[in-house]
């Protein structure tokens, strides 16, 4: 059986950094692409970053620039670090893994943790 536990989350000030982990047992990354996504209240689940079955990183808009994802393989961890951070990176934010060829929605994943709440106060 398959589980994403994350963890990190917080209340932190605009302009703030967080590292989000996410701790996977059950399985290892081999072949599969490890991401975050993240859910405001009323909107939808948004791709945030992830880390394909090739190792390449891809990021959303939101996350281009303030945003690394990292992959520990040994350890099978995941990582988000956050830096300069705003408001609206309000959000729970979901560690998932799946082995589709795209990766970038919340399709392409087969396994989801039951996310960890990141709160930029203003």
């Known amino acids: 059986q398959v589980q994403l536990v994350e963890s990190g989350g917080g209340l932190v000030q605009a302009g703030g950094s967080l590292r989000l982990s996410c701790a996977a047992s059950?399985?290892?990354?081999?072949?599969?692409?490890t991401g975050w996504f993240r859910q405001a209240p009323g909107k939808e689940r948004e791709f945030v970053a992830a880390?394909?079955?090739?190792?390449?990183?891809y990021y959303g808009d939101s996350a281009k620039g303030r945003f690394t994802i990292a992959r520990d393989s040994a350890r099978n961890m995941v990582y988000l670090h956050m830096n300069s951070l705003k408001p609206e990176d309000t959000a729970v934010y979901y560690c998932?893994?799946?082995?589709?060829?795209?990766?970038?929605?919340?399709?392409?994943?087969?396994?989801w943790g039951q996310g960890t709440q990141v709160t930029v106060s203003s």
């Open positions: 998932a893994l799946g082995n589709s060829d795209t990766i970038v929605a919340t399709r392409d994943y087969n396994y």
């Open positions: 059950g399985r290892t990354f081999s072949g599969y692409a």
């Open positions: 880390i394909s079955s090739t190792g390449g990183p």
